[in-house]
């Protein structure tokens, strides 16, 4: 049970909120308790879908960026991301098992979005104190600067809901998926 109230519809949430949840249900088909639970606060919620909006009209992939998210999860051990992802991954993004499988373990089987993944999984490992090598090594695979600073924002945006969900031990509502070890 989470440790704060998830409104039970949008219509519970507070009312300032309530726009914002119409937008999320109306592009995912439901409002996911994770918007939910940030719905108790309005201006928190905004600010995420935001950021989140922003960064889906940016240069990365809709494949990479699903792949750094189930990278981050699992680093961080936010069994409700891990699970959000896993089924974002395969249903929305055509992930194979294989591939989140990889992702999961911070790499990918794609040659080029493995750069950017192990590159967001140094950045969760390194709490963002990575090396010129590295910030080369993602560079040289393909990744320009305008790509370089939207794996970091993807990283902070997913670390953003990893703790929020690990807070408040927000109630998974996607098939469960596990963390591999405990964070």
Not at 78 to 90: E, F, N, R, V
Not at 116 to 145: L, P
Not at 160 to 179: G, M, Q, S
């Amino acid at each position: 049970m989470s440790r704060i109230p998830t409104p039970a519809t949008i219509e519970a949430s507070p009312a300032a909120a309530q726009p914002f949840l119409d937008a999320v249900k109306k592009q995912l088909g439901s409002a996911p308790n994770l918007f939910r639970i940030v719905a108790n606060s309005p201006a928190a919620l905004e600010g995420y879908l935001g950021l989140n909006g922003a960064l889906s009209k940016g240069a990365l992939e809709s494949k990479t960026r699903e792949r750094i998210a189930l990278a981050v999860a699992e680093i961080n051990g936010c069994g409700y991301c891990l699970s959000a992802h896993t089924y974002l991954g395969k249903n929305i993004a055509k992930l194979d098992d294989a591939e989140i499988t990889a992702n999961r373990s911070g790499a990918s089987n794609d040659l080029k979005a493995d750069a950017a993944v192990r590159f967001a999984a140094k950045i969760v490992n390194m709490r963002g104190h990575v090396s010129e090598a590295d910030v080369a090594t993602v560079k040289s695979a393909g990744y320009d600067d305008a790509q370089v600073v939207e794996i970091v924002l993807h990283v902070a945006l997913n670390t953003l809901t990893n703790y929020v969900n690990e807070v408040f031990k927000t109630d998974i509502d996607f098939p469960v998926v596990a963390p591999r070890k405990a964070a």
